[in-house]
């Protein structure tokens, strides 16, 4: 589980939906994704970083 992109994007207001509408992909792949089931690409991760959390790094975003 991705504890603190979970934090930034409540802190945000950014729900799971919305995050899936960013990405293009389904609600129910970035459950898995948040989840650890599967995993995030990187593509998925600089997109999440540059556009929604600019000012944060990578490994702060994705440690799990």
Known sequence: ???NL???L???NIT???LAEKLGVTERV???KLSGTTEFTAAEMFKIKG???PNETLE????K
């Open 51 to 53: 556009k929604i959390f």
């Open 30 to 32: 970035i459950y898995y």
């Open 10 to 12: 409540k802190a945000k």
């Open 6 to 8: 979970l934090k930034e």
């Open 1 to 3: 589980m991705f504890n």
């Open 16 to 18: 799971r939906r919305e």
């Open 60 to 63: 702060y975003l994705f440690k």
